[in-house]
């Protein structure tokens, strides 16, 4: 499977429209569409699985710099991060809590005479 960048098509596609433009040139495994998470509005690009390299080829030949409406389409094919280094995990421990002086909040009294 090859992973395909795809921006710059119209807010208001589905992704049902965007597996169809692309249909013609590769077999789409996966879509997913990127959106903000506070208005739940697509930002405009995405990403597709296609079954091989030589379909995200064809599809990036066919459709790169197509226009659409005010926009452009870009596809790109994304490199594979294969092995990515994890991140050691940070063991946070909690200092001794040391405890206050039980005279600390207490006001000083006077000396009766």
């Known amino acids: 499977m090859t992973k395909l960048f795809i921006g710059g098509f119209p807010l208001k596609m589905q992704e ?3 597996v169809q433009l692309i249909a013609p040139y590769a077999d789409v495994i996966t879509i997913k569409l990127v959106c903000d998470r506070a208005t739940k509005k697509c ?8 079954s091989t390299e030589e379909q995200a080829n ?3 030949e066919g459709l790169s ?8 389409l870009t596809l790109n094919i994304v490199p594979e991060q294969g092995n990515a280094p994890v991140k050691p995990v940070r063991n946070y421990t909690r200092a001794p809590q040391q405890r206050p002086n039980p005279n600390y909040n207490k006001r000083p009294r006077r000396p009766r005479v």
């Open 16 to 18: 049902i429209e965007i």
């Open 43 to 50: 930002k405009g690009y995405g990403f597709v699985e296609v």
């Open 58 to 60: 064809a599809a990036i």
């Open 65 to 72: 710099g197509t226009p659409m409406g005010d926009r452009v």
